[in-house]
């Protein structure tokens, strides 16, 4: 009898042991403070995003030739809107069927006349592979986020970040800039 219980204690105790060396290593975390990023605008200019610290940025990345531009007009009453606490940011991108075909001022020409932007756009990137923007990778890895990771699928794909510079969600391309998950974001 006292054979058996001995087996079962050591049968258990290399039991504990291997599932203690099966555990993962836990992920170091390269988390990057969010007002340490920096880009330029589409006019060229460096864009601190300390200068945002106490607001709330949505950020989009925009494309002029995609069914959802249209997107901007409301993009810009919500700028508009809640300015005082809310900075809406569009980064053209052409990673999604090429439907992003013009440059810098041209894009900004575009966006102003056909759907009276005027907020701040930085300058056309990329949301994937070697070449992703800073700003991207900040948004879509949790290692450096410290939220989540996500992909970005196609044009308009938008990022809440709160006034502490925390990211808080993600939203397809689908969801309307004021739809009410969004609205409740910006207005908490």
Same mark, same amino acid.
């Given at each position: 009898?006292?054979?058996?219980?001995?087996?079962?204690?050591?049968?258990?105790?290399?039991?504990?042991?291997?599932?203690?060396?099966?555990?993962?290593?836990?992920?170091?975390?390269?988390?990057? *403070?969010?007002?340490?990023?920096?880009? +330029?605008?589409?006019? !060229?200019?460096?864009?601190?995003?300390?200068?945002?610290?106490?607001?709330?940025?949505?950020?989009?990345?925009?494309?002029?030739?995609?069914?959802?531009?249209?997107?901007?007009?409301?993009?810009?009453?919500?700028?508009?809107?809640?300015?005082?606490?809310?900075?809406?940011?569009?980064? #053209?991108?052409?990673?999604?069927?090429?439907?992003? #075909?013009?440059?810098?001022?041209?894009?900004?020409?575009?966006?102003?006349?056909?759907?009276?932007? %005027?907020?701040?756009?930085?300058?056309? %990137?990329?949301?994937? !592979?070697?070449? +992703?923007? %800073?700003?991207?990778?900040?948004?879509?890895?949790?290692?450096?986020?410290?939220?989540?990771? %996500?992909?970005?699928?196609?044009?308009?794909?938008?990022?809440?970040? *709160?006034?502490? !510079?925390?990211?808080?969600?993600?939203?397809?391309?689908?969801?309307? #800039?004021?739809?009410?998950?969004?609205?409740?974001?910006?207005?908490?």
């Amino acid at each position: 009898m006292s054979y058996r219980i001995g087996l079962f204690i050591a049968l258990g105790l290399l039991l504990v042991w291997q599932l203690l060396i099966a555990l993962p290593a836990p992920i170091p975390t390269k988390m990057k *403070n969010f007002y340490t990023l920096q880009a +330029k605008s589409l006019e !060229g200019e460096a864009v601190d995003f300390a200068e945002f610290k106490g607001k709330k940025i949505l950020f989009v990345n925009t494309a002029t030739e995609c069914g959802y531009t249209p997107q901007l007009k409301t993009l810009e009453a919500l700028q508009q809107q809640y300015g005082d606490k809310l900075v809406v940011i569009g980064i #053209p991108t052409d990673d999604f069927a090429g439907q992003e #075909p013009r440059e810098g001022p041209e894009i900004a020409a575009f966006c102003a006349r056909n759907y009276g932007v %005027s907020f701040l756009m930085l300058e056309k %990137s990329t949301t994937k !592979g070697a070449d +992703k923007n %800073s700003v991207f990778k900040w948004l879509t890895e949790k290692q450096l986020n410290g939220k989540m990771s %996500s992909r970005i699928w196609w044009n308009f794909q938008k990022y809440l970040v *709160n006034e502490n !510079g925390e990211l808080v969600d993600f939203y397809y391309t689908f969801t309307k #800039p004021d739809n009410t998950k969004i609205l409740k974001q910006i207005e908490k």
